[in-house]
């Protein structure tokens, strides 16, 4: 048997082994590790982040970065938030070198180079921070949950947002569409998947796996989500379609368990019925609309035969804001006889009552229509959040929903009112520019004739 001998390289071990240990005696230092056997320091996290930013070896770098967000993760609440609050006064631009690019731009307001100086002084050090802690293996989750716990500290503490102005500024490069790959998700999905689609559904919650079946495995159900290269297994958005005859008015037929499916080739109209975003740290980050318009995309070359594409979507607010209007004796959206007529809502089993339910019909689709198409935020904005949504994305509101969700959520947020979006592709882009410039509403002629004559 001849056997192959490595020759060995004359100092090789020798100089590894220095590395290793001066590698390991600082990675000890800055960790807080004093060796085996020894009692464990909590390390300083902004001290962390100080040695990320002086480094310029990779190598170390990512150990650090590893090291700071395991750290933070460790961390019990009151070390993360003065974490925080550090990234906010500590990792800010630095004052002087912001001086000094801006006095060598009014020296010379043509300099190119001077510009591109100021700008880059101006430019807060935890953005560097947070570029070089994205670089450690998992860096890109541990961020989004690292701006999850920011957002639960930001009303409380205003100087946080800064540091959420950069996590949002950074996250929309990263989570730019093109990064995003959109998959079909079926009952033969991975159960790690299938499971997070359960968890995170914010609309209609998901029962047990039966009514996840239900959802994904008929020929008359699809399911889409947007994933990231980074988040391999975690949904960044997910949306529900149910492929249907006609326009659906109610959720419970589309969630009935014993209800008979169709052909997918004998649908015409896709109804989107739930979107929900799963990752809170992602907030401000978009992807519904390009996500609505892609799946839109792909029904339209697998089922060439679908010819509406529309929603059936919550008014998460409405109820809050009927009660508001109903307190307020000087709102001009309801008048007298709406507000005698809604005492009746006080009745919890009011949907039940045939006669009460009818009529409370026509205040209701009133007040609603009111609610859409009059009552403004104290931005100027229309005050549902879905309907800016979809509005902005170019839809037309087309059709008011009573009674279209009668579970407890359902009539808790909205009396159990719903409504239908109408993508109307021909009509999209249009309707999309009127609501950006000017806030105009696309509505259809049966929701504007709701509105009450006296509020035209």
């Given amino acids: 048997m001849i056997k192959t001998v490595e020759t060995p390289r004359p100092g090789r071990p020798a100089f590894l082994g220095e590395l290793v240990e001066v590698l390991t005696e600082r990675g000890r230092r800055l960790l807080g590790r004093r ?25 170390s770098g990512v150990a650090i970065a590893q090291g700071l967000l395991a750290a933070f993760e460790d961390a019990d609440e009151a070390t993360r938030l003065a974490f925080l609050q550090n990234l906010a006064d500590r990792f800010g631009p630095d004052p002087a070198a912001v001086r000094a690019a801006l006095e060598a731009v009014q020296r010379d307001p043509e ?30 989750a541990a961020l989004v949950r690292m701006r999850e716990e920011l957002l639960r500290h930001l009303k409380g503490n205003p100087a946080l947002r800064r540091v959420d102005g950069d996590f949002a500024h950074l996250f929309a490069s990263w989570f730019n569409r093109g990064f995003l790959v959109l998959r079909h998700i079926d009952w033969n999905t991975p159960a790690s998947i299938l499971e997070k689609i359960i968890r995170y559904e914010a609309v209609h919650a998901i029962q047990n796996w039966d009514d996840l079946r239900n959802r994904l495995q008929p020929t008359d159900r699809r399911c889409y989500g947007f994933f990231h290269p980074q988040l391999v297994d975690e949904p960044l958005i997910f949306v ?49 609309n390009f996500l609505i318009k892609q799946v839109v995309e792909e029904l339209k070359a697998e089922l060439p035969n679908i010819r509406s594409f529309v929603t059936l979507s919550p008014v998460p607010g409405f109820a809050a804001w009927l009660a508001g209007q109903c307190k307020d004796a000087m709102s001009e959206l309801i008048d ?28 209701l689709l009133a007040a609603a229509a009111a609610y859409f198409l009059r009552a403004r935020d104290g931005k100027g904005r229309i005050v549902d959040p879905v309907a800016r949504f979809h509005l902005g994305n170019g839809a037309r509101l087309e059709r008011l929903n009573f009674l ?13 009112l719903m409504v239908n979006y109408l993508y ?20 259809s002629d049966s929701v504007k004739r709701a509105l009450p004559a006296s509020n035209p």
């Fill in 111 to 140: 300099d190119g180079r001077a510009i591109e100086a100021l700008h880059d002084a101006a430019e807060p050090r935890r953005q560097e921070l947070f570029r070089r802690l994205n670089l450690a293996p998992g860096g890109t």
């Fill in 240 to 288: 529900e379609v149910a492929l249907t005859k006609e326009i659906p008015d109610n959720v419970a037929g589309l969630l009935d368990l014993d209800r008979q499916p169709i052909e997918a080739e004998r649908a015409s109209t896709a109804v989107f019925y739930s979107i929900s975003n799963t990752q809170r740290g992602l907030a401000g980050v978009s992807f519904g």
């Fill in 336 to 363: 007298a006889d709406q507000r005698l007529a809604f005492a009746l809502l006080d009745d919890p089993g009011w949907h039940k009552d045939p006669a009460k339910a009818e009529s409370l019909r026509p205040p």
């Fill in 404 to 416: 279209g969700d009668v579970s407890a959520n359902g009539l808790k947020q909205s009396h159990g």
């Fill in 35 to 59: 060796g085996a056997g020894a009692a464990t320091e909590a390390p300083d996290l902004c001290e962390l982040g100080e040695a990320l930013l002086s480094r310029q070896g990779e190598a």
């Fill in 424 to 443: 109307d592709l021909d009509r999209i882009e249009a309707n999309h520019e009127a609501f950006a410039e000017r806030s105009a509403i696309a509505a």
